[in-house]
């Protein structure tokens, strides 16, 4: 059996600092059923302090998880977030602190005004405040990427002695190539005591479009939790996707000695939903759950596809709710695709029948981005009249 992989959804936290993404407590709620029908293994669902909507929505999906999963909130290294966040969190039956503080050079020097001692002090009052109101703690040692590796494994090692059930390993500014990040992890595995017995998490940016690249390294290297979102929405060029991550492991998992419990299917649908319920729009050539996803334009790739799916798709559409595979005709096809979407209509040509009508086809073609049945139809009826005219 392989490790198992926890995915821990962000959407409704990281994915919500999106500009334009702010949801009301509706809108979380409609997103939290669905990702408990996908069963992921923990929803952050807010930051309670940051405003009384904030908290209510992480008390109402507290209540609608039961034990279907961990419910988690975030808070600064600061007494009152926590406090706030454990009063929020009072519905959960799996309630998960998120705490943590800036770790790198530029976060204690430029943000926080702290020596490297008073962090580890900051980061293990925090998590002993935290573990007096519920057993699961979360340490975030933001920007992580760029710390300094001894610091790093010192302040991990304190919290994980203070109790930390679960330490997070950001790549906050999205800084890291992926063999430097999975080195990082690799480091920690190998030099922080106790980390063998907590869950190793793992939260990437998208700032160098390596979000998902840099999970993978981790993975490989260690880490049995990732953190990400439904659509890579997130905070600048945004979060691990969580569909790329999903679907990677899945098509890697002997390799990465790792499985997810995600239910695949969903994933579409998911997709969906948090766009229309955000406004952003997924791009069109977005991995695994955008429109283009499984379209074939070009004559050759439509030939291969409606040989064997496989020769130009890795995934069956099926595998992720996608319904099945398109072959958009334009001027970029061929005869063979033609001749499939013609049968598909209805419409069997000799080939001495069909010469013409695909010279028809292309006419209509190079006029047009996409060539539809209905353009279809009308070479068909055209070539009809002339033939009765
Ligand atoms: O990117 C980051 O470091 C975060 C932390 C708050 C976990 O979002
Ligand atoms: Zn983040």
Known sequence: MT??????????RDGEQSPGASMNTEEKLVIARELIRMNVDVIEAGFPVSSPGDFKSVQEIGRLAGDACVVCGLTRAVDKDIQVAAEALATAERPRIHTGLGVSPSHLRDKLRLTEEQAIERG?????????????????????????????????????????????????????????????????????????????SVHTHNDLGMATALAMEAVRNGATQVECTINGLGERAGNTAMEEVVMAIRMHGD?????????????????????????INVQPNKSIVGANAFAHSSG??????????????????ADVGAGGSQIILSARSGHAALRH??????????DAEFEPVYEAFLEVADKKKEVYDGDLESIVNERRREATA
Request: proline share 3%.
């Open 255 to 279: 390799e990465l000695d790792a499985h997810t419990d995600i239910v695949t299917t969903e994933l579409t649908r998911a997709s969906r939903l948090v766009s229309s319920i955000t406004g």
């Open 124 to 200: 293990v009052h925090a998590v002993r405040f935290a573990k007096s109101f519920v057993d699961d703690v979360e340490f975030y040692a933001e920007d992580a990427g760029r710390a300094e590796l001894p610091f790093l494994a010192r302040i991990i090692e304190e919290v994980i002695k203070a109790g930390a059930t679960v330490v997070n390993i950001p790549d906050t500014t999205g800084y890291n190539l992926p063999w430097d990040f999975g080195q990082r992890i690799r480091y920690l595995m190998e030099h922080v005591s106790g980390i063998e017995d907590v869950t190793v």
């Open 300 to 317: 050759i790739h439509q030939d291969g596809v409606l040989k064997a799916r496989d020769t130009y798709e890795i995934i069956d559409p």
């Open 3 to 12: 490790r198992k992989i926890a995915i821990f959804d962000t959407t409704l």
């Open 341 to 350: 979407r013609y049968e598909e209509l209805g419409y069997t040509f000799t």
